[in-house]
């Protein structure tokens, strides 16, 4: 497993990083290694828990070199030791929770994230004994009352899925490591070119590769970027244990998707820009939230800790039969954007999620915590996640139904 630290800028490290000519065939492009064992050249057995950094390939659930070429770029997109790719991102998050959480430990989490991962928190962690606090993390105060003695853990979602509500990641793990916690960050809808986490606090940051990762809606991963010795903790658990592990096929296309990362962010951030203040501008549209836009509640904030404020963005149309209508009108009637659910690829995305379902299914939250979602959400918005298209013409394709 050599590992080449490519000390660049961004772009070179993309392309680079991981990579190298194959050294018996020359080859320039990575190849794919589907090989699921490798011959050993020693008698002596091996055991998992042994694994070191210079441990040679054995079996795939361990480690493989196409998978290892693709976590040795995305950490070093992500400026930390190491990273383990996963078979998606919901066993990234997995891989985190199952890993650095045990009976008895308490964990704060985002009260909103993604379905999936507030799902996992709210019933699968009590169920083996893990206390569980869904916590509005736009709120400090409500952070800080939030963790106790035995918190282990604060995930951060920034932006969150779908409502674009940013947290203050510096100030949450500050909190967060005075109790002794760890802090993880879902990164996936800034991407590493968004948020330097690390920079930030973060000492595991998850990212969907499904998403702007891999950024052509082929391949289904995930990936936890952070210190050799966390990601050496998951690689054993996760990976060996659960066997969550991500193909080299996937990890290959991954790989090649990463490589045009910051070079992509860049044009899904001028993109989602234009059709944000084109979607501020028209009279049926009530409300739109980007981070990138002036009018976003927490722009100041978005200026401080994003570097790119890629290409998400929600709006809102009125009451729910409203939406539901033209909704329906997308379905019929989008040429060029697609109705769907996911984000991050070079299609434009789109995506009607109402307020009163998402509750009774994923967050279930009163209160304070339900009107804050309401401020960013209403009765629902649709979540659109711009692509590479040009803007003129996604923004004519949404002109036909809006
Ligand atoms: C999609 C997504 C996930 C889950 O990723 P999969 O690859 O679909 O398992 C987790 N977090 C966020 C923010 C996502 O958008």
Redesign the pocket.
């Known amino acids: 497993m050599t590992k080449r630290n490519i000390h660049s800028g961004d772009m070179t490290r993309a392309i680079h990083a991981g990579e190298q000519p194959d050294p018996t065939t020359g080859a320039s492009a990575p190849a794919i290694h589907m090989s699921s064992t490798f011959v050993s050249d020693s008698v002596a057995g091996f055991s998992a828990h042994d694994l070191g950094e210079d441990s040679p390939f054995l079996y795939a659930r361990w480690s493989n070199p196409t998978v290892h070429m693709l976590e040795r770029k995305i950490a070093a997109l992500q400026g930390t030791e190491d990273c383990l790719c996963t078979a998606?991102?919901?066993?990234?998050?997995a891989a985190i929770m199952l890993t650095f959480l045990s009976k008895g430990d308490h964990v704060v989490i985002s009260d909103v994230?993604?379905a999936?991962?507030a799902e996992l928190a709210r019933e699968t962690l009590p169920r083996y004994g893990i206390d569980v606090t869904p916590v509005d993390m736009s709120n400090l105060e409500a952070v800080a009352a939030a963790i106790r003695p035995n918190t282990k853990l604060v995930h951060v979602?920034s932006p969150?899925?779908p409502i674009m509500r940013l947290t203050d990641i510096v100030a949450v793990a500050r909190m967060a490591h005075d109790a002794g916690a760890l802090v993880s960050a879902?990164a996936?809808?800034a991407s590493p070119m968004g948020l330097d986490a690390v920079a930030l606090g973060v000492d595991l940051v998850?990212h969907?590769?499904?998403?702007y990762m891999g950024g052509h809606g082929d391949a289904?991963?995930?990936a936890v970027a952070g210190r050799a010795d966390l990601v050496k903790q998951m690689r054993l658990e996760a990976g060996i244990h659960h066997g969550s592990v991500l193909s080299p096929f996937n990890a290959w296309l991954i790989a090649r998707g990463a490589a045009t990362l910051p070079l992509r962010m860049r044009a899904h951030q001028q993109g989602a820009l234009a059709v944000a203040e084109w979607l501020e501008a028209q009279p049926s549209v009530t409300r739109v939230f980007y981070p990138g836009l002036p009018s976003h509640p927490q722009h100041d904030l978005a200026r401080a800790q994003m570097k790119n404020y890629s290409g998400m963005l929600s709006f809102q149309v009125g009451d729910t039969a409203t939406a539901e209508r033209l909704a329906a009108q997308m379905i019929e009637k989008l040429k060029i954007v697609h109705y769907a659910v996911?984000?991050?690829h070079h299609r434009t995305l789109i995506f009607w999620m109402e307020t009163a379902g998402l509750m009774e299914s994923s967050f279930k939250l009163e209160g304070a915590a339900l009107e804050s979602y309401r401020a960013f959400a209403g009765d629902g918005i649709f979540r659109m996640s711009v692509g590479l298209e040009d803007p003129e013409d996604i923004i004519a394709d949404l002109a036909q139904v809006l």
């Open positions: 998606s991102g919901m066993a990234a998050a994230s993604y999936g991962v979602e969150v899925n879902d996936t809808f998850m969907s590769t499904t998403k289904v991963g995930g996911s984000l991050g």
